[in-house]
């Protein structure tokens, strides 16, 4: 449908420009022969680019390697630097998508040399360091691709890569510089020396995950890739230094023509450096000359040369983005920077709230479209850090060239940065942090158009100074209104409350109160934003004993969130979870927890805080470490960063905090410790399943474990009946009728997302709830759900409805 209509709207195009240029035949005079001349110019270059691009398309479509379902030996050239998949579970190898160019496959005694570009998918810690432009060998399955672009195919890789070329001299000499850099930045503390390679050269490969993520929110993670700024501020020191020079234009702009080459062999040369630096020379060129008369050309000269030596950049994300922002500060930051500067403002604040707000405006029906998600403080932070980003590229460029040569001035240089690197982690970070700093949109085509209406309607309506005064009474009532709400939240939680279930996503995160501001944690979901969001309106200070049931990334990857700002007593997990991690501390799976005795009664040595020895720090964090948790390690690196002990949970251990009683049902000690990590293919079974004791009645936690372990748990003789169940798995099929039965609840709880790919919860199940009188409450309906009460007088509180 979409190709019809992009058809139909180039037969019209065509046709209006026929008309026009037979109008100019019929008047020769001097304006229609111009017209004339650009109607033909325009007919012909549609002609080629639409003939061109109906080749690339069949020759893709065609491609034998879309043809081939087994398994084949291929050669491929990298093309870009492999780039890190979320992990759905703890452990396991880290997984890697590389986007190549194919040089040949060998399925049997053939070889086929055919080229095209491909997506690899692998795993292993070989493929994190494949390096642009050095050919590899592997063996693969092929899939379909996953975009619709010129992409041949998706390559499973079934094997590590085996290089079988030299490295080109350009990307030896990039790869060197980037390495040198990065060495030299080490100088600086652990995130500035992240982020300084990111700002300068695009090297993101030590940058943090929490960093990252802070950028993403906060509207800044243009900065963290080669973009268009890049060029535009090497390009204007250049030309600035060749002004005091009093050297001619013409060798000014050689020298600049060889700063701007350098740079992109540095930054390596693939389509998006080179898509930036044509952004960023034209931008400059705007700047310099004031005339956007000859920068809109240039632009669209820019954008026709670029995609007819790249046609897939016209389904890139970045392409899009790179030139919507340029044409943003070409065609609408200059009028309003003149407009704020008749008002009274001066020349610099002007500038960067117009490039700031151009920029955001012209891109944001397209993240919307993309993502689903706007961030409110994006104009703001890239305001507040705009003044440090042409000090930290110019300092991180010289550095970068002493430090091939002279690695001391280098260091000495970047040292140079690190004031305005804190600058910008500190507006990062604290922008991300703000209360409904991003919030949810609709998102593909409708939510793109929405927001494209929006936005147009929002700058139309600006240009009155009545509707500007209305606009700002009424964005000034709304924050009056929900700053408290989202801040304080005045109400929240009701008292008395004794379990909370947080909307965490499609993941788990609970919370049973044992005393005052202190809970008990099963659980942190897949982000730790959300877990501490929920955990900070229950105003829980204090954690008493933190579980995690099993190691999938859906109940332990928020876990930095929970420990963030908290004293966190204890860390549960289940016997030989965490196998193989390098714990700095000590597990306590042995007398403390052997010997059934209440963690309330257990010396502080073997449990709990190590904040009453005095010789350890507090165990609180102050900021997320990480974003995601993929594995062992990193559970056991935060555990030892704040100093928690760990206990490994089985079925016998009862623990007491106050009024609230733990009774562990599952999962049975194994009668031989694992040597290394376990499998994640059964995690789910190996849930720990907790029977606690509250005011509300008793309440049934259980993990994900599926159909196995409900059968093993009803034969072992223990007491599943509970008066609040949480359902497990959320709600998937692989929950019995006979578990449900035995169970029995009054209320079950499904901690399940809105709109999960999975299905859950399954129909089958909820209607088996209903059918033995089971009210269920879910969070992708109800949203954070908190349980009031005690015996038959429940009352359950969500954040989405009222009390019932």
């Known amino acids: 449908m979409a190709g019809l209509v992009l058809a139909t709207a180039l037969v019209l195009l065509a046709i209006g420009l026929w008309v026009v240029l037979l109008r100019a035949l019929a008047h020769p005079s001097e304006r229609w022969r111009v017209v004339a001349i650009a109607a033909l110019a325009a007919m012909l270059l549609g002609a080629g680019f639409a003939t061109a691009g109906a080749w690339r398309v069949h020759r893709v479509a065609t491609h034998p390697l879309r043809h081939t379902a087994a398994s084949v030996r291929v050669v491929v050239v990298p093309t870009d630097d492999p780039k890190p998949v979320r992990s759905s579970a703890f452990g396991g190898e880290r997984r890697w998508t590389v986007r ?123 900065l963290c890739v080669v973009s268009g700024a890049n060029f535009t501020i090497l390009l204007a020191v250049v030309l600035g230094a060749m002004r005091l020079l009093t050297l001619g234009p013409r060798i000014a702009a050689a020298v600049a023509a060889a700063a701007l080459l350098m740079f992109i062999v540095v930054a390596r040369p693939d389509p998006s450096v080179l898509r930036a630096g044509a952004m960023g020379a034209i931008t400059l060129l705007a700047l310099i000359t004031g005339r956007r008369k000859q920068a809109l050309p240039a632009l669209c000269t820019a954008v026709i040369g670029l995609l007819a030596v790249s046609p897939e950049l016209a389904v890139r994300a970045g392409f899009g983005l790179s030139v919507l922002a340029t044409a943003g500060l070409i065609l609408l930051a200059p009028s309003w920077a003149d407009w704020l ?99 949810s949109v609709p998102d593909g085509t409708t939510g793109g158009l929405i927001a494209c209406g929006a936005v147009v309607l929002l700058v139309l309506a600006l240009r009155s100074a009545i509707l500007r005064r209305l606009a700002a009474a009424v964005l000034l009532g ?33 919370a049973l109160s044992v005393g005052d501001h202190t809970a008990v944690v099963i659980d942190v979901g897949p982000d730790p934003r959300t877990i501490r969001t929920c955990l900070d309106r229950l105003r829980v200070n204090r954690i008493a004993l933190l579980v995690l049931t099993h190691p999938h990334a859906d109940h ?180 019995t009728r006979e578990f449900l039965t035995a169970v029995r609840p009054r209320l079950a709880l499904v901690s399940v997302g809105a709109d999960n790919t999975f299905g859950h919860p399954n ?41 019932s």
């Open 556 to 735: 332990i990857a928020g876990l930095a969130g929970a420990v963030q700002g908290r004293t966190i007593d204890a860390l549960a997990v289940g016997p030989g979870e965490l196998s193989g991690a390098a714990i700095s501390g000590r597990t306590v799976s042995g007398p403390a927890a052997a010997e059934n005795r209440p963690i309330s009664n257990m010396p502080r040595s073997e449990v709990g805080s190590s904040k009453a020895t005095g010789t350890t720090p507090e165990p609180t964090v102050t900021r997320e470490r990480r974003t995601e948790v993929s594995g062992p390690d990193q559970v056991a690196s935060i555990a030892a960063q704040v100093h928690i002990p760990v206990l490994e949970l089985t079925s016998g251990h009862v623990l007491r905090f106050g009024a609230v009683e733990l009774d562990v049902l599952a999962p049975a000690q194994p009668e031989r410790r694992p040597i290394s990590m376990p499998s994640t293919d059964d995690a789910n079974d190996r849930s720990i399943v907790i029977a606690a004791t509250t005011p509300a009645g008793r309440i049934l936690l259980t993990g994900d474990i599926e159909a196995p372990a409900q059968q093993r748990l009803l034969r072992s003789g223990a007491t599943v009946q509970a008066a609040i169940l949480k359902v497990p798995h959320h709600g998937s099929r692989t929950t």
């Open 100 to 222: 190549a160019r194919l040089r040949e496959y060998r399925q049997g005694e053939s070889t086929v040399r055919v080229g095209g570009a491909v997506v690899i998918l692998a795993s292993g810690a070989e493929w994190g360091e494949l390096l642009p432009g050095r050919a590899v060998e592997f063996r693969a399955r092929p899939e379909r691709p996953w975009h619709r672009d010129l992409t041949v195919a998706t390559l499973r890789a079934q094997g590590p890569p085996v290089a079988v070329g030299a490295l080109p001299w350009w990307q030896r000499v990039a790869g060197a510089v980037r390495t040198d850099l990065a060495s030299a930045a080490r100088v600086l503390p652990e995130r500035q020396a992240g982020l300084l390679p990111a700002l300068v050269v695009g090297d993101t490969s030590a940058l943090p995950d929490e960093v990252r993520e802070d950028f993403e929110i906060a509207g800044l993670e243009h």
């Open 478 to 510: 709304v924050a009056v209104v929900l700053i408290p709400v989202r801040i304080w939240h005045p109400g929240w939680p009701p008292a008395g409350w004794v379990l909370a279930v947080c909307d965490v996503g499609q993941g788990d995160g609970l």
């Open 763 to 803: 129909p089958a199940v909820l209607a088996e709830l209903a059918d033995i009188g089971t009210r269920v409450i879910r969070t992708d309906r109800s949203g954070d759900t908190v349980i009031v009460g005690s015996g038959p007088d429940l009352r359950i509180f969500s954040s989405r409805s009222t009390k």
């Open 341 to 439: 500067r008749a008002r009274g403002w001066w020349r610099v604040p002007a500038e960067i709230v117009a490039v700031s707000a151009a920029a955001f405006v012209v891109t944001t029906p397209l993240v919307v479209a993309l993502t689903g998600r706007l961030s409110l403080v994006a104009i703001l932070a890239n305001i507040l850090v705009e003044p440090v980003i042409a000090p930290v590229t110019v300092l991180g460029a010289i550095g970068t060239a002493l430090a091939a040569g002279c690695s001391p001035l280098a260091e000495l240089v970047l040292r140079c940065a690190e004031p305005p690197l804190w600058w910008l982690l500190f507006v990062a970070e604290h922008a991300a942090s703000v209360p409904g700093a991003e919030v």
